[in-house]
């Protein structure tokens, strides 16, 4: 687990740096305005693409996992199904267009949302080979794919918005940007011919409530970002609260890497029935969370908007204090994110719903109840109060079921060490590239206050060591 998380690790590192690259980019060609535009579309879309993509991606990442003789099987029987169901989301999506736009009071939208629905089928060919990757545990080229898709979509979406366009080139070349990735996946994933069967009734069960889990969390992913636009109907508010939710929304996207290996991880250990495994698994993604996720929070709540002005200029300015109120709401959704790794590891995706469904219904409450009264702020709020919410689902049954790992993993201290690093960061700004060294310096407070309260200590390395050494089935030392 341990080497594919760093492999993953790595791979969704330049992913960040493209994505930061590419919104940066596009923010200053299109101007706050169109560079709204742009984000509202891909946030429909997104929501489309990961209903189809994530569902898939994670249901034979799990079957495969407990299998790899499956993965030949699942590839036949499994692909025209979701070829099929992933055209049926492309028309709705397609039909949808004028709606749409109606409802979220802009004409503008419905050509673009219309282009983009023709990227809905290609990621659904392409989460069914992850998933076989990923499940066969071969990071390395799982990772290979996803730098591949970082520097295609650079290529193309900057190449036709330079070329003059605009938003409906930033669209397009969204779409063109899979089409390659299909190719070397397939070429990577090389599956090979078996008389292995498998029953597809089980999987589809699966991946039906696993879908739907998929469906709630993408909504509650790029809920805000809509109602923002619902309510303020501005198109340069949109494209202020979209800076902000771009950078502070990308910091779930680093702890995939924890998800996609921490799933089939604990799915092949639970399989085995080799608990203390699976507890090694969830400590060591916790504990790796932890470290990373409380300094980040603290450095970039601290530093909004020095942040913000260094990526997208003073133009962008009026969303800092929505991105201070992110940073936080995005901690509490990146432990939701791990906490639902666990359960589709266990093969309890219906939890997932149930889960997903009350963190969204509290997100729409506060977003009606604090997107009118305080603009940009309340839809950061709503965001945060109600990625709290699925936090506080987690955290009561992780209890239950992990109690004495979780203890191991220093929550308190690492908080306070992070609680430290933010005090020091709001009195301690600065603006321009002078950020980047304040950044660096600030990383280093916590992790000297870090050792100087013993949040962390020799015996971390020694634990994680053993455990990234020991495989399922063999005996844990006492």
Request: charged residues 10%; aromatic residues 12%; positive net charge.
């Amino acid at each position: 687990m341990g080497k594919g998380t760093l492999l993953t690790l790595f791979a969704y590192g330049i992913y960040i740096i493209g994505t930061y690259f590419l919104h940066v980019v596009l923010a200053r060609l299109l101007g706050p305005g169109s560079y709204g535009t742009f984000v509202i579309v891909l946030s429909l879309l997104s929501i489309s693409d990961i209903f189809v993509f994530r569902g898939m991606l994670d249901t034979v990442s799990k079957h495969v996992a407990e299998d790899p003789l499956r993965s030949y099987s699942l590839s036949r029987s499994v692909t025209p199904i979701h070829i099929l169901f992933s055209l049926a989301m492309a028309t709705v999506y397609f039909c949808a267009a004028n709606p749409l736009s109606v409802v979220l009071h802009d004409q503008k939208l419905a050509p673009l949302i219309r282009l983009s629905s023709l990227s809905i089928v290609p990621w659904g060919l392409l989460s069914i080979y992850l998933g076989i990757l990923e499940g066969r545990r071969e990071f390395g080229k799982k990772s290979v794919v996803l730098l591949s898709n970082t520097i295609f979509k650079l290529l193309f979406i900057i190449g036709l918005v330079q070329l003059g366009y605009s938003t409906k080139g930033a669209v397009l070349g969204y779409t063109l940007s899979i089409i390659p990735s299909i190719f070397i996946v397939y070429f990577l994933c090389s599956v090979k011919k078996n008389d292995y069967h498998v029953s597809l009734k089980p999987i589809v069960s699966f991946a039906v409530s696993l879908i739907g889990a998929n469906l709630l969390f993408s909504l509650i992913q790029y809920a805000d970002i809509v109602f923002v636009q619902y309510f303020l109907s501005d198109g340069v508010k949109t494209g202020y609260y979209s800076a902000a939710a771009t950078i502070a929304k990308t910091i779930p996207i680093v702890f995939v890497s924890f998800n996609s290996t921490l799933q089939p991880s604990v799915s092949l250990a639970f399989t085995s029935k080799d608990r203390s495994q699976e507890e090694n698994y969830v400590f060591l993604s916790f504990r790796f969370a932890l470290l990373l996720l409380v300094p980040t929070i603290a450095v970039l709540a601290s530093q909004s908007e020095g942040i913000l002005a260094l990526l997208y200029t003073t133009k962008f300015s009026g969303g800092a204090g929505a991105l201070r109120i992110l940073a936080v709401g995005t901690g509490f959704q990146v432990f939701v994110n791990l906490f639902c790794s666990i359960l589709t590891g266990r093969g309890k995706p219906r939890l997932q719903i149930v889960l997903g469904a009350t963190v969204l219904i509290v997100d729409v409450c506060s977003s009606i109840l604090l997107i009118p009264r305080f603009g940009l702020l309340g839809a950061a709020a709503a965001f945060s109060v109600a990625s709290f919410s699925g936090a506080i689902f987690s955290a009561v049954y992780l209890h239950k079921n992990y109690r004495g790992v979780i203890r191991r993993t220093g929550t308190w201290k690492t908080l306070l060490a992070g609680a430290i690093v933010y005090v020091a960061g709001m009195y301690w700004r600065s603006t321009g590239l002078a950020v980047i060294p304040l950044c660096a310096a600030l990383y280093s407070v916590f992790v000297l206050v870090l050792f100087g309260i013993k949040g962390i200590g020799r015996e971390d390395f020694q634990t994680i060591t053993g455990a990234l050494k020991r495989r399922p089935g063999q005996p844990t030392e006492q």
